[in-house]
């Protein structure tokens, strides 16, 4: 079992920053790739950002040159900084993790419980 947890969200003016948080435990012999998805009211969840263990990239349009991803393979956690936030980045943010348990397990999808960001026009 793999635990999933966010922190950082929070309430903020339109022009500012936050910084997003997630943390992977438990029985984890490689996660292949963690990323950032949100989903607002009404609205489907979409990625955010993603990165491999590699270090590749990858981010939605509508963030790219505002929101920089980040890993650190050693600890197991992800950070999505989210600079300039507009109000139609309010959503909830939820973390992924794709992790194989064991040499030999395939590779499953865990999430987080999900943090609220909210940007005041």
């Known amino acids: 079992q793999v635990d999933v947890v966010e922190s950082g969200g929070g309430l903020v003016q339109a022009g500012g920053s936050l910084r997003l948080s997630c943390a992977a435990s438990g029985m984890i012999f490689r996660i292949n790739a963690m990323g950032w998805y949100r989903q607002a009211p009404g609205k489907q969840r979409e990625l955010v950002a993603v990165?491999?263990?590699?270090?590749?990239?990858n981010y939605a349009d509508s963030v790219k040159g505002r929101f920089t991803i980040s890993r650190d393979n050693a600890k197991n956690m992800v950070y999505l900084q989210m600079n300039s936030l507009k109000p139609e980045d309010s959503a909830v943010y939820y973390c992924?993790?794709?992790?194989?348990?064991?040499?030999?397990?395939?590779?499953?999808?865990?999430w987080g419980q999900g943090t609220q960001v909210t940007v005041s026009s």
């Open positions: 992924n993790a794709a992790v194989r348990s064991t040499w030999y397990a395939p590779v499953v999808d865990y």
């Open positions: 990165t491999t263990i590699g270090g590749s990239t």
